[in-house]
């Protein structure tokens, strides 16, 4: 997995607010003055992890990917970003959020969900490395509030509710005191929530020209990360977003990546990979999701193609080695540890 290189711009930029000079930043992290001038370029997430690691000497063990969030110029955002402060409504600018967060990280999903009078943005990103899971969690936080606030001047803190999935409290009251009262740690998922009907106020700041043009710079950006990837990790990318896994076809699934059924499944092949593994991953990942996040075991079988429960509950223990309950009673005991 990739990421890119905005966030060590972020972070370089984040140490030069505290007073390090930029030359002096880019010699104590040890990172190429070529590199980042590449707008374009990806770094491992094991090079983040190393940079990370590095840059928490120079700011005193507090939460970096908050302050980069909250700090950061406008014009030090990604593309993403920029879009996202131009929409017309915040439901557009979560949306463009949606689809271009791989731009940011190769496997960061957010996804917008609604129910009742409450919108609810979840933000996952199975990194390996906590420094940098943690980073994305807070930075990704720290843009939608930003966002959010701009679209609407006078949001009360207090109607945000935010959750992560780490469990260290040490920088709860930094949390608090810069987006809302309301944050906990140690939960199922990363999420912020907030009211739906915020999610359709014109937006008074709307730039619709540059909307459209950030779009197509991200629609570029997207095109020629895809590219660079294989054709297995092409179909989890589609797969990923996909809302209804049970209605997919695989004809379907391969004209939206502009090929035929024959020649993805050749493709694929050629990797030593099925459609039919990529879709049962897929599933398992979001199953397991859907499962922390309290959903019932029907809903959850009917969304991802099994007829029934008990197929769903069959095929999750061939995957996991659990049944559904069991596995949530796994989760959450590691979260009381």
């Avoid at 966030?7 to 104590?28: F, K, P, S």
């Avoid at 992290?29 to 190393?50: G, K």
């Avoid at 939460?63 to 929409?87: D, E, N, T």
Wanted: glycine fraction near 4%.
């Amino acid at each position: 997995m990739a990421a890119s290189i905005i966030l060590l711009r972020g972070i370089i930029a984040e140490l030069e607010r505290r007073g390090v000079q930029r030359q002096h930043a880019i010699e104590h992290l040890a990172i190429s003055p070529e590199l980042l001038a590449n707008a374009d370029a990806r770094v491992s997430n094991l090079e983040i992890e190393r940079v990370l690691l590095r840059a928490k000497t120079q700011t005193d063990g507090e939460p970096i990917g908050l302050s980069v969030g909250l700090h950061a110029p406008k014009h030090m955002l990604h593309a993403v970003a920029g879009m996202m402060m131009a929409a017309d409504t915040l439901r557009q600018a979560m949306a463009s959020l949606e689809r271009y967060s791989p731009l940011l990280l190769d496997d960061l999903r957010c996804q917008l969900t609604e129910e009742g009078a409450t919108a609810e943005l979840t933000f996952q990103a199975p990194l390996q490395f906590n420094a940098t899971r943690r980073f994305v969690a807070e930075l990704v936080c720290s843009m939608v509030v930003r966002i959010a606030k701009y679209f609407v001047p006078t949001l009360d803190a207090a109607a945000l509710r935010i959750a992560f999935e780490h469990q260290d409290e040490s920088h709860l009251e930094s949390y608090r005191e810069a987006w809302s009262p309301h944050v906990r740690v140690g939960q199922p998922a990363n999420s912020l929530s907030l009211r739906s009907q915020l999610l359709d106020l014109p937006q008074p700041y709307a730039e619709p020209m540059i909307f459209f043009a950030m779009r197509e710079v991200a629609d570029r950006r997207l095109r020629v990360t895809r590219e660079n990837m294989t054709m297995a990790e092409r179909v989890k990318d589609a797969l990923t977003h996909e809302p209804e896994l049970g209605a997919l076809g695989v004809s379907e699934l391969a004209s939206a990546m502009g090929m035929t059924a024959r020649v993805l499944r050749s493709r694929l092949a050629r990797e030593g990979v099925s459609l039919l593994e990529l879709l049962n991953d897929e599933r398992q990942r979001s199953a397991c999701t859907s499962l922390r996040l309290g959903r019932s075991v029907r809903e959850i079988a009917e969304e991802i193609g099994f007829a029934n429960p008990s197929a769903f509950h069959r095929a999750f223990k061939r995957w996991t080695g659990h049944t559904p309950g069991e596995y949530l009673k796994q989760m959450s005991a590691q979260l009381a540890r």
